[in-house]
């Protein structure tokens, strides 16, 4: 099981809360029910920022099985279809709008990692990083993927998440980039994988 923790850096939680606020009042169903304070959007400018950080985490952690299908519903937007097996969001060691995003990753079967995630981020250039010096094969993404489908399941997923570490910075721009098209302003600080 795949592990990642989102050091979030900055993100224009105005912009954010609001959106959130405007997609419950004009879709209540896509929040599952979930009850906002009765907040406007010049209300939201005036709360300090690590208040809005409180608040936001406050929300996700308390009401996560209500947000685990929207998280899963965005990222699918960029990293292509994933299932979320936990959420959390810590924001107490942070700055004024900081947060740690933490996302367990449901289990996947290796082939469908393999075939629809890695080619999202592989990169040649990488690759001998993430292989090791033992590898003697072709850095081509197709002779990469039969390499992996070779391995046991462990091994599998700890090349995975290595090979998404190795290329985290790519990981990151493309969700901020996603964060972006959303209309939402967002860096991200770094990208943690583990293999539980």
Same mark, same amino acid.
């Given at each position: 099981?795949?592990?990642?923790?989102?050091?979030?850096?900055?993100?224009?939680?105005?912009?954010?809360?609001?959106?959130?606020?405007?997609?419950?009042?004009?879709?209540?169903?896509?929040?599952?029910? #979930?009850?906002?304070?009765?907040?406007?959007?010049? #209300? @939201?400018?005036?709360?300090?920022?690590?208040?809005?950080?409180?608040?936001?985490? %406050?929300?996700?952690?308390?009401?996560?099985?209500?947000?685990?299908? %929207?998280?899963?519903?965005?990222?699918?937007?960029?990293?292509?279809?994933?299932?979320?097996?936990?959420?959390?969001?810590?924001?107490?060691?942070?700055?004024?709008?900081?947060?740690?995003?933490?996302?367990?990753?449901?289990?996947?079967?290796?082939?469908?990692?393999?075939?629809?995630?890695?080619?999202?981020?592989?990169?040649?250039?990488? /690759?001998?990083?993430?292989?090791?010096?033992?590898?003697?094969?072709?850095?081509? @993404?197709?002779?990469?993927?039969?390499?992996?489908? %070779?391995?046991?399941?462990?091994?599998?997923?700890?090349?995975? /998440?290595?090979? #998404?570490?190795?290329?985290?910075?790519?990981?990151?721009?493309?969700? %901020?980039?996603?964060? /972006?098209?959303?209309?939402?302003?967002?860096?991200?600080?770094?990208?943690?994988?583990?293999?539980?």
């Amino acid at each position: 099981m795949i592990k990642a923790i989102l050091a979030i850096g900055h993100i224009n939680y105005d912009e954010f809360l609001e959106r959130i606020l405007e997609m419950a009042k004009q879709h209540p169903e896509q929040l599952g029910g #979930m009850k906002l304070p009765p907040f406007s959007g010049k #209300m @939201l400018k005036m709360i300090p920022s690590h208040k809005k950080n409180e608040m936001l985490a %406050q929300a996700m952690n308390s009401s996560k099985d209500k947000i685990l299908p %929207q998280a899963e519903m965005l990222l699918s937007r960029i990293l292509g279809p994933v299932r979320l097996k936990d959420l959390a969001v810590n924001c107490e060691n942070g700055g004024p709008d900081e947060a740690t995003v933490m996302l367990e990753f449901a289990e996947y079967n290796r082939f469908y990692l393999i075939d629809n995630f890695l080619p999202l981020y592989y990169s040649e250039y990488t /690759a001998p990083q993430v292989l090791g010096e033992n590898y003697q094969g072709s850095f081509e @993404l197709g002779t990469v993927q039969n390499y992996m489908k %070779q391995q046991d399941p462990k091994t599998c997923q700890l090349l995975i /998440a290595k090979s #998404m570490s190795v290329n985290r910075s790519y990981l990151m721009q493309l969700l %901020q980039n996603g964060a /972006a098209a959303g209309g939402i302003e967002l860096r991200m600080n770094n990208i943690r994988l583990m293999v539980k």
